[in-house]
């Protein structure tokens, strides 16, 4: 298989013990040291992109909402929000972040190169220095039979 194509997503989001799992129709591809995850969420409004490279992970929401947060293990990024509704700035504390499966461990820039494949990552949201809550994500990534 080669390092694109259309892909079955699902995404467990674990906030403050609470668990909830979404399952979204893709695609996915690599270019240069990145590997990038693209979906519409199921209302249609809201398109998300992720792009991955070796201990970096940017999730970028656009559409109704526009948000980008960024996590790099270990260490705290800037981010932002804004809807109609409201606009704020936000920051992400990463305590994980890995990738498993794809033969990523093999590639030498730690990226799949097919799937399936994993993405990982906790962090803390903070908005205005406060906690706004606790994030464990799991995006599980593979191959969509039609």
Avoid: N
């Avoid at 799992?21 to 990038?36: D, N, T, V």
């Avoid at 969420?41 to 909402?65: F, M, N």
């Amino acid at each position: 298989m080669e390092a694109s194509g259309k892909a079955l997503l699902t995404l467990e989001s674990v906030q403050d013990g609470e668990r909830v799992q979404e399952i979204y129709h893709g695609e996915w591809f690599r270019k240069a040291r990145s590997l990038y995850i693209r979906y519409t969420e199921a209302d249609g409004e809201i398109r998300t992109l992720i792009r991955y490279s070796r201990g970096e992970l940017a999730l970028t929401r656009s559409g109704a909402v526009k948000m980008e947060q960024t996590f790099v293990d270990g260490q705290r990024r800037r981010g932002s929000y804004r809807s109609a509704m409201t606009a704020f700035e936000l920051e992400t504390d990463t305590t994980k972040l890995s990738i498993q499966g794809g033969g990523a461990e093999h590639d030498g820039q730690g990226l799949p190169a097919l799937l399936p494949f994993t993405l990982e990552w906790k962090y803390r949201l903070l908005v205005e220095e406060r906690l706004s809550g606790r994030f464990h994500i799991r995006l599980c990534i593979q191959e969509e039979h039609e």
